[in-house]
Nanobody, 125 residues
Framework: QVQLVESGGGLVQAGGSLRLSCAAS????????MGWFRQAPGKEREFVAT????????YYADSVKGRFTISRDNAKNTVYLQMNSLKPEDTAVYYC??????????????????WGQGTQVTVSS
């Protein structure tokens, strides 16, 4: 089992920045990819970014490319999502996820085994 706990959400003005953290515990040595997804009110959950745990290979949704950066600290078993130039449309609950399968790119919800509880990000205009 892998447990995930997100933190760092909050309220920010458009153009501002936030950094989300996702701390993993449990069988973290079995994790290959970690990702961030988000769900806005009335919308389906969507992919944001993913990173491979060992090589640090990253992949982003087009809507956040160039503004968000995913990174990881293997020693701390933590994944980060640095969000810059935030827009009101980035408002959502952000979820961290982990998968124990070795995908080249894991951008589908069905590819992930474990999920955090989510953290709210609100961007005001």
């Amino acid at each position: 089992q892998v447990q995930l706990v997100e933190s760092g959400g909050g309220l920010v003005q458009a153009g501002g920045s936030l950094r989300l953290s996702c701390a993993a515990s449990g069988r973290t040595n079995s994790v290959y990819n970690m990702g961030w997804f988000r769900q806005a009110p009335g919308k389906e959950r969507e992919f944001v970014a993913t990173i491979t745990w060992s090589a640090g290979r990253t992949y982003y949704a087009d809507s956040v490319k160039g503004r968000f950066t995913i990174s990881r600290d293997n020693a701390k078993n933590t994944v980060y999502l640095q969000m810059n130039s935030l827009k009101p449309e980035d408002t959502a609950v952000y979820y961290c996820a982990a998968t124990q399968k070795n995908y080249v790119i894991a951008s589908y919800q069905s590819e992930y085994n474990y999920w955090g509880q989510g953290t709210q990000v609100t961007v005001s205009s």
